[in-house]
């Protein structure tokens, strides 16, 4: 089972850039989460997702945006890359509220 | 809002002893509440969880008891190895919606040596 998968795993971007990360997970999961971690800081969430079609905004949504056109896929989007995005960005998937996440394993994403 | 607060790190011991790694949290509902452990270069795996005041998770000899009295998630193991190494984040699922969405604590950094 390959679980959720992220790509890419290493990005740098210069300021101004934009990029897609890209989420695919095969468990027919309808909640789907980005989060991004910053050291010391724990994670906070950018967007969720809880079904094809249904989106919405998490924490710290600005900069950001996101689509859901298919049960498996949860691409991120950046249109205009800044500094403060700089940091580790983790999709998860759930079946249903209040069951745990499982959770790719990131992309490391640097603006300079 | 609802809130996770942990200890902070790095807590560092020696392989065979007792780890504790506080956890509090702040709702105004009954939220449920998860340990997950992050190795080195990896994303985030579930270690345990708890649904309801008393329940205890537990997992790869990792304990928790969720206290309402205490609003409290304290994770426990008795013997720890070298291969425990790793940050630890409590997280609650937030008590005003339904969603899934998770709250996450700022995570623990524990280091064990031989």
């Known amino acids: 089972n390959a679980g959720v998968t992220q790509t890419p795993k290493f990005r740098i971007l210069k300021i101004g850039q934009s990029m897609t990360l890209q989420c695919t997970q095969d468990?027919?999961?309808?909640?789907m989460y980005w989060y991004r971690q910053d050291p010391g800081m724990g994670l906070k969430l950018i967007y969720y997702?809880?079904?094809?079609?249904?989106?919405d905004k998490g924490e710290v949504p600005n900069g950001y945006n996101v689509s859901r056109s298919t049960t498996e896929d949860f691409p991120l989007r950046l249109e205009l890359a800044a500094p403060s995005q700089t940091s580790v960005y983790f999709c998860?998937?759930?079946?249903?509220?209040?069951?745990?996440?499982?959770f790719g394993s990131g992309t490391r994403l640097t603006v300079v | 809002g609802d809130s996770v607060t942990q200890m902070e790190g790095p807590v560092t011991l020696s392989e065979e002893a007792f780890l504790t790694i506080n956890c509090t949290y702040t709702a105004t509902g009954y939220p449920s509440l998860f340990w997950y452990v992050q190795y080195p270069g990896e994303g985030l795996q579930l270690l345990l969880k708890?649904?309801?005041?008393?329940d205890k998770g537990s997992n790869k000899g990792f304990e928790a008891t969720y206290r309402k009295e205490t609003t409290s998630f304290h994770l426990e193991k008795g013997s720890v190895q070298v291969s425990d190494s790793a940050v630890y984040f409590c997280?609650?699922?937030?008590?005003?919606?339904?969603?899934?969405?998770?709250?996450f604590g700022a995570g623990t950094q524990v280091v064990v040596t031989p």
């Open positions: 708890a649904t309801k005041a008393d």
């Open positions: 468990m027919n999961h309808n909640y």
């Open positions: 998860a998937s759930s079946p249903r509220g209040d069951y745990g996440y499982t």
């Open positions: 997280a609650l699922s937030l008590t005003t919606d339904s969603w899934g969405k998770l709250q």
């Open positions: 997702s809880v079904g094809a079609g249904i989106t």
